[in-house]
């Protein structure tokens, strides 16, 4: 069992930057597959990034290349999302995923079996 704890969303303007961290509360955590998702008010929730347990390849959702990455402190059971040149529609609950076994399917809700309890982020114009 691994408890996912997120800080640092907030309320930025249009074109500013934000870092979002979740801890996690294994020393175990070097064998989970982590994942960010976002959930839009009154939307689904949907996939944002994530980083492969063991290769460190990242993914990520086309709206938000270029603009967000991932990142992971091993040191100190973190995981970052960097999000630059922020834009109102980036305006959701962001949640930190964590998967252990990984089988795939990185982009999907199912893959993941631990959750973090979300962290707001919004986006003015």
């Known amino acids: 069992q691994v408890q996912l704890v997120e800080s640092g969303g907030g309320l930025v303007q249009a074109g500013d930057s934000l870092r979002l961290s979740c801890e996690a509360s294994q020393r175990t955590f070097r064998n989970y597959h982590m994942g960010w998702f976002r959930q839009p008010p009154g939307k689904e929730r949907e996939f944002v990034a994530a980083?492969?347990?063991?290769?460190?390849?990242?993914y990520y959702v086309d709206s938000v290349k270029g603009r967000f990455a991932i990142s992971r402190d091993y040191a100190k059971n973190t995981v970052y999302l960097q999000m630059s040149s922020l834009k109102p529609e980036d305006t959701a609950v962001y949640y930190c995923?964590?998967?252990?076994?990984?089988?795939?399917?990185?982009?999907?809700?199912?893959?993941?079996?631990?959750w973090g309890q979300g962290t707001q982020v919004t986006v003015s114009s």
């Open positions: 980083m492969h347990v063991s290769t460190e390849q990242t």
């Open positions: 995923a964590a998967a252990s076994p990984y089988r795939g399917g990185y982009n999907l809700k199912g893959t993941y079996n631990y």
